[in-house]
Each structure stands twice: as structure tokens, then as C-alpha cells.
């Protein structure tokens, strides 16, 4: 399976402070995508990275990719409390992790 | 411009009846993914169609459950004498990989309770 793990499973910080996910995942890829989902809602895509690239900066957040070591970190930076939700990488679109249930207390 | 249509958002059903679960894309998406949720967990692949044809069944149960997308209308996820253990959340996306995209739109989903 391809599936991406997330780790992380929760992280709780301060507004403000920044936010570090983990992916790995098990085999070759073209890219990978994270999302995000607010509780009970459909996820929404945040941003992808091909396998070609190392790094890729959208507004607050932060991809990375290395996959000599098959794992991408996902930085969101000076976090608000909007920010609270679960965080899922995707491996080529169809396998999902388990996610990262991030909590920012105002 | 709609996005990823779902319907109905909920759905009860007794053991042993049919649920049937619509998924309108995105228009100018002819791709189309199914996927499962059950509670504090991530998304599970069930199905990849693409108009007309299943592409990708890999992570659907042989027994009970079908998928199709027509050539006019939804997509539809249909499970057959559902059981308790069928109740999750059913997500649908859709992708326009026909010009290179390959970003998922997500449908808000179809919470499903067996009784």
C-alpha cells in the first residue's frame, strides 16, 4: 500500500506558534497533497508537491519532500485558532494517512 | 460554478436495505473517487471511476457495494442489505486529470447510520 502516515496523530500549541506535520509513506510517488478538514466537512485541498521537488511555500505553509527517505513535513506557521483541524497527506490522490488532529488554542 | 454535490447529506437505513449515495462533480470533472470514514480515522480509497468506467475498484468490498458513473447524471455508491458496520461517512471527489489536474474536490459528504 502507498498510504501516507501521519505523525503527529495531535499536536496542541499556542496561537502564533508554529505547526509541524510528518508523512511517510511506503512507496515511489508523482506527488503528494495535503489537506485539510474542518470536523465533519469534506477535505480541502491545500498543496502539492511533486516528487521532483524538495520544497514548495503557499502563504503561512511550508512542504517539504525528500524521498530518498520517503516523507514530507508540512509547516504551518504563526498558527490561529482557525487554523484547528484534522491535516491528511495523499499519495498520488488516492491513498490517505490517518491525519493530524491539530488544536490552536487562542 | 458548483462544486463536488452530495446527496443526501444523511442517510439512515435498517440491516438489510439499500443505500444509495449521488455524487454530482464538479463541472468539466470526469473523474471521479469515493472514499470512507469512520470517526476520528482518515479516508479510506473505495473506488476511482472515470466516465462510464470503474478505473480503480481496489479498495471497494467485493460483496455488497457498487459503483458506477454514467455517461448522464451522478455518480452513485450503492450498498446492498447494508449492516451496522457500513455506517461512516462517505466522501466523494472529483479531479479534472483529463487537463493534467490533479487536485481532489471534495463533496461534503454523506453521513450513513445503520440502524
Known amino acids: 500500500s502507498q498510504q501516507g502516515e501521519e505523525d503527529p496523530q495531535a499536536l496542541s500549541i499556542q496561537e502564533g506558534e508554529n505547526a509541524t506535520m510528518n508523512c511517510s509513506y511506503k512507496t515511489s510517488i508523482n506527488n503528494l497533497q495535503w489537506y485539510r478538514q474542518n470536523s465533519g466537512r469534506g477535505l480541502v485541498h491545500l498543496i502539492l508537491i511533486r516528487s521532483n521537488e524538495r520544497e514548495k511555500h503557499s502563504g503561512r505553509l511550508r512542504v517539504t519532500l525528500d524521498t530518498s527517505k520517503k516523507s514530507s513535513s508540512l509547516l504551518i506557521t504563526a498558527s490561529r485558532a482557525a487554523d484547528t483541524a484534522s491535516y491528511f497527506c495523499a499519495t498520488d490522490a488516492f491513498y490517505f494517512g490517518s491525519g493530524t488532529k491539530l488544536n490552536v488554542k487562542p | 460554478n458548483a462544486g463536488v454535490m452530495q446527496n443526501p447529506r444523511h442517510l439512515v437505513r435498517r440491516r438489510g436495505q439499500e443505500a444509495r449515495l449521488r455524487c454530482s462533480p464538479m463541472k468539466g470533472h470526469s473523474h471521479v473517487y469515493w472514499y470512507r470514514q469512520l470517526p476520528e480515522e482518515g479516508l479510506k480509497f473505495m473506488v476511482y471511476l472515470q466516465k462510464e468506467n470503474i478505473i480503480d475498484e481496489s479498495g471497494m468490498p467485493k460483496e455488497r457495494f457498487s459503483a458506477e458513473f454514467p455517461k448522464e447524471g451522478p455518480s452513485i455508491l450503492r450498498i446492498q442489505q447494508v449492516v451496522r458496520g457500513d455506517s461512516a461517512a462517505y466522501f466523494c471527489?472529483?479531479?479534472?486529470?483529463?487537463?493534467?489536474?490533479?487536485?481532489?474536490?471534495f463533496g461534503s459528504g454523506t453521513q450513513l447510520s445503520v440502524l
Open positions: 471527489a472529483s479531479s479534472d486529470r483529463d487537463s493534467g489536474g490533479e487536485k481532489l474536490f
